[in-house]
């Protein structure tokens, strides 16, 4: 059973950094794309950060710049170093992972979240 799990929110004053982590266990098959997701209260969750095997990663515009994603193919972990972190970076964060498990199929998996709150 595939299992993911997000660490390292916390709260952390504007200008901060904080570096987010996701651990990946269960899964025999390699994993296609990791990416962080955040949701603010009364937003929809929207898309931070995404990595794709192989590929370059992407990122939300609000957080280019300030934000990476990267990820440890051996460890099955993916990471989220945060930097000049603003008021408006507060939220639950989520990792999500598929794995591809043939040509056609693949599912996604996601963690329960970690909070991030940027406060003076």
């Known amino acids: 059973q595939v299992q993911v799990v997000e660490s390292g929110g916390g709260l952390v004053h504007p200008g901060g950094s904080l570096r987010l982590s996701c651990a990946v266990s269960g899964s025999g098959f390699e994993i296609y794309e990791m990416g962080w997701y955040r949701q603010a209260p009364g937003k929809e969750r929207e898309l931070v950060a995404a990595?794709?095997?192989?590929?370059?990663?992407n990122y939300a515009d609000s957080v280019l710049g300030r934000f990476t994603i990267s990820r440890d193919n051996d460890k099955n972990t993916a990471y989220l170093q945060m930097n000049s972190l603003k008021f408006e970076d507060t939220a639950a964060y989520y990792c999500k992972v598929t794995i591809p498990y043939g040509w056609s199929y693949s599912e996604d998996y996601w963690g329960q979240g970690t909070q991030v709150t940027v406060s003076s």
């Open positions: 990595i794709t095997r192989g590929s370059s990663p």
